[in-house]
C-alpha cells in the first residue's frame, strides 16, 4: 500500500469518526459512594429489636439539606479535643425533612472516666457543608437525644 493511500484512509477514517453522531448525555447515575450511603441507610432504618447486649442512642437530625451525606460518630475523646477512639457509626442520606436516626453501640466498649461524645458532619459533592455541636455522652445506656440541630461549618 502506497504512502499516499493510507493518509488519504487515515483521513477518511478520521472524517467518519467525526462525523458520527454525538453521544447521548447520560443522566447522571449515584456514584459507588453515594450507592453504599443510600444502602447503610436502609440497613439502618431496618434494624429491627434492639439486641439485649446492645445501648442505643437515637433523636432526629434536622437542618440537612437533600442529597448530603451525614456521618455520625462515638468517638472517644482525649484531654486534647482529639478523637482516640471510634465506639459506633452511621451514615444517612438528607432528605431536607427531619431526618431519625437510630446508632447502636456495645456498652462494654464504653471507656470508665472517659469523655466520650456524639458528633457528626455534613457533606455535599464532598465537600464539608454542616457540622452537628458535639453531643457529651456521659452513661452507655440507651438514651433519647431529642432533635439536633445541624450548623453551618467554618
Given at each position: 500500500?502506497?504512502?499516499?493511500?493510507?493518509?488519504?484512509?487515515?483521513?477518511?477514517?478520521?472524517?467518519?469518526?467525526?462525523?458520527?453522531?454525538?453521544?447521548?448525555?447520560?443522566?447522571?447515575?449515584?456514584?459507588?459512594?453515594?450507592?453504599?450511603?443510600?444502602?447503610?441507610?436502609?440497613?439502618?432504618?431496618?434494624?429491627?429489636?434492639?439486641?439485649?447486649?446492645?445501648?442505643?442512642?437515637?433523636?432526629?437530625l434536622?437542618?440537612?439539606?437533600?442529597?448530603?451525606?451525614?456521618?455520625?460518630?462515638?468517638?472517644?475523646?482525649?484531654?486534647?479535643?482529639?478523637?482516640?477512639?471510634?465506639?459506633?457509626?452511621?451514615?444517612?442520606?438528607?432528605?431536607?425533612?427531619?431526618?431519625?436516626?437510630?446508632?447502636?453501640?456495645?456498652?462494654?466498649?464504653?471507656p470508665?472516666?472517659?469523655?466520650?461524645?456524639?458528633?457528626?458532619?455534613?457533606?455535599?459533592?464532598?465537600?464539608?457543608?454542616?457540622?452537628?455541636?458535639?453531643?457529651?455522652?456521659t452513661?452507655?445506656?440507651?438514651?433519647?437525644?431529642?432533635?439536633?440541630?445541624?450548623?453551618?461549618?467554618?
Amino acid at each position: 500500500m502506497s504512502l499516499r493511500a493510507l493518509v488519504l484512509l487515515s483521513v477518511f477514517s478520521l472524517l467518519a469518526a467525526c462525523g458520527s453522531d454525538a453521544p447521548k448525555p447520560q443522566p447522571p447515575t449515584p456514584g459507588p459512594a453515594s450507592q453504599q450511603a443510600q444502602k447503610q441507610a436502609r440497613q439502618a432504618t431496618e434494624l429491627g429489636p434492639l439486641p439485649a447486649y446492645q445501648r442505643e442512642l437515637s433523636g432526629t437530625l434536622q437542618g440537612v439539606p437533600a442529597g448530603a451525606e451525614v456521618e455520625l460518630a462515638l468517638l472517644v475523646i482525649d484531654d486534647k479535643d482529639r478523637p482516640q477512639q471510634l465506639l459506633a457509626s452511621s451514615t444517612i442520606i438528607g432528605t431536607n425533612q427531619v431526618l431519625p436516626f437510630h446508632l447502636r453501640f456495645n456498652p462494654e466498649a464504653f471507656p470508665a472516666g472517659a469523655r466520650v461524645e456524639l458528633r457528626g458532619r455534613a457533606s455535599q459533592s464532598g465537600q464539608l457543608i454542616l457540622h452537628l455541636p458535639s453531643q457529651v455522652i456521659t452513661q452507655p445506656t440507651t438514651q433519647a437525644l431529642g432533635q439536633l440541630q445541624f450548623v453551618k461549618a467554618p
